[in-house]
Nanobody, 113 residues
Framework: QVQLVESGGGLVQPGGSLRLSCAAS????????MAWHRQAPGKQRELVAT???????TYAESVKGRFTISRDNGKKTVYLQMNSLKPEDTAVYYC???????WGQGTQVTVSS
């Protein structure tokens, strides 16, 4: 059974940084695109960033220039480096195997002073 386990969330002040990790128990991880999504209270889940098997990345306009997605295929892990955090970045962040119904349990990120 494939599992995705997120970690790295927490409480941070505006302007601060966090790095999220998503460890995958996925055979042939290298062949899959991965994504980070987030869901704020009362809002729909939104796509934040993607990274393809070929390391091509895409970002939501709201996070461009602040967030960076990356992956370590040897560790079967995808990362989301979040800088210059804003209160509106507060959400539960989920990783996902693209084009699949495989999701992690989520990790809470709260940006507040």
């Amino acid at each position: 059974q494939v599992q995705l386990v997120e970690s790295g969330g927490g409480l941070v002040q505006p302007g601060g940084s966090l790095r999220l990790s998503c460890a995958a128990s996925l055979r042939s991880f290298v062949n899959y695109g991965m994504a980070w999504h987030r869901q704020a209270p009362g809002k729909q889940r939104e796509l934040v960033a993607t990274i393809s098997s070929g390391l091509r990345t895409t970002y939501a306009e709201s996070v461009k220039g602040r967030f960076t997605i990356s992956r370590d295929n040897g560790k079967k892990t995808v990362y989301l480096q979040m800088n210059s955090l804003k209160p509106e970045d507060t959400a539960v962040y989920y990783c996902n195997v693209m084009s699949s119904n495989i999701w992690g349990q989520g990790t809470q990120v709260t940006v507040s002073s």
